[in-house]
């Protein structure tokens, strides 16, 4: 079964940086070929899409995080990154990757495959 771990989450002061992991695992296809997704949710709030990168290549950020947050992926190391640059203290959530090999589920959280999460807390 496809499996994600997400790594990189801590504490940090407001217009710090971070770099989240997400490492992926058990599935017969290169990570490649999937459309892959950032996600987080703070206490009391829905989950919100953050970034995603489809099969296609083609990235989509949610307005909030727009000019501050990258995501990419390393294709040998079957791994999923999102670069957080000049962090706000609205950003502190636990932060999810998520995947799916053939939908396109653009920021809905409507993907099949989910890690656990990782936490990130910015303080002002």
């Known amino acids: 079964q496809v499996q994600l771990v997400e790594s990189g989450g801590g504490s940090v002061q407001a217009g710090g940086s971070l770099r989240l992991s997400c490492a992926a695992s058990?599935?017969?296809?290169?990570?490649?070929?999937?459309?892959m997704a950032w996600f987080r949710q703070a206490p009391g709030r829905e989950r919100e899409g953050v970034a995603t990168?489809?099969?296609?290549?083609?990235?989509i950020y949610a307005d909030s995080v727009k000019g501050r947050f990258t995501i990419s992926q390393d294709n040998a190391k079957n791994s999923l990154y999102l670069q957080m640059n000049n962090l706000k203290p609205e950003d502190t959530a636990m932060y999810y990757c998520?995947?799916?090999?053939?939908?396109?589920?653009?920021?809905?959280?409507?993907?099949?495959?989910w890690g656990q999460g990782t936490q990130v807390t910015v303080s002002s």
């Open positions: 058990g599935h017969r296809y290169a990570y490649s070929a999937f459309n």
């Open positions: 990168i489809a099969r296609n290549k083609r990235t």
């Open positions: 998520a995947a799916d090999p053939w939908v396109d589920w653009l920021l809905q959280p409507k993907y099949p495959y």
